[in-house]
T-cell receptor, first 115, second 115 residues
Framework: AQKVTQAQTEISVVEKEDVTLDCVYE???????LFWYKQPPSGELVFLIR??????QNEISGRYSWNFQKSTSSFNFTITASQVVDSAVYFC????????????FGTGTRLQVFP | DADVTQTPRNRITKTGKRIMLECSQT?????MYWYRQDPGLGLRLIYY???????NKGEISDGYSVSRQAQAKFSLSLESAIPNQTALYFC??????????????FGEGSRLTVL
């Protein structure tokens, strides 16, 4: 069965600290997609990144970076020099076997960044 | 105006009442989804639709029904609401463009409380 585990329920850091959000997934598929979504206090979920299972290259976007490792079935998300505006719930997700637009979400990690 | 609009944003109702949550989108996407968010459980898929004539059950469809009245509209109904349906409900859309696989566009959510 497909599953996404975000073991960290809540993380608190002080501004400018680096923080890594963990995501571990389970799937028997050889082709799949992984995602991260952000849910700020306003509530609306926002797409951050998609990664194809064939592309293990890490990605960096500004202060955000993602580390995809198939060997450990992990897709971790690091925020460098965190800011108060990064405070949100972050969800990792995996595409369904039969329909890549159906996403299986993890339970989310709440990140609080204090000034 | 938001591309994906949900109404109502907040609703309090009593056990046994019929409730409809509506979703409309201006993105021109064919695919629409209803998710439910509960604390500690992440987002779970209730129903999804790939076009006006297509309705599919998701992970937790029991107690819910949907209607896809037009490409732009996807309604979720609770025929007889019960307290454990108290949750935050999200509508989402996605494009059929393979380049944007899995990129969901979410509404702002509808918070439903069943007393």
């Amino acid at each position: 069965a497909q599953k996404v585990t975000q073991a960290q329920t809540e993380i608190s850091v002080v501004e400018k600290e680096d923080v890594t959000l963990d995501c571990v997934y389970e799937t028997r598929d050889t082709t799949y997609y992984l995602f991260w979504y952000k849910q700020p206090p306003s509530g609306e979920l926002v797409f951050l990144i998609r990664r194809n299972s064939f592309d293990e290259q890490n990605e960096i976007s500004g202060r955000y970076s993602w580390n995809f490792q198939k060997s450990t079935s992990s897709f971790n998300f690091t925020i460098t020099a965190s800011q108060v505006v990064d405070s949100a719930v972050y969800f990792c997700a995996l595409s369904d076997t039969y329909n890549t637009d159906k996403l299986i979400f993890g339970t989310g990690t709440r990140l609080q960044v204090f000034p | 105006d938001a591309d994906v609009t949900q109404t109502p944003r907040n609703r309090i109702t009593k056990t046994g009442k019929r409730i409809m949550l509506e979703c409309s989108q201006t993105k021109g996407h064919d695919r629409m989804y209803w998710y439910r968010q509960d604390p500690g459980l992440g987002l779970r898929l209730i129903y999804y639709s790939f076009d006006v004539k297509d309705i599919n059950k998701g992970e937790i469809s029991d107690g819910y029904s949907v209607s896809r009245q037009a490409q732009a509209k996807f309604s979720l109904s609770l025929e007889s609401a019960i307290p454990n349906q108290t949750a935050l409900y999200f509508c989402a859309t996605s494009d059929t463009d393979g380049k944007n696989t899995g990129e969901l566009f979410f509404g702002e959510g509808s918070r439903l409380t069943v007393l």
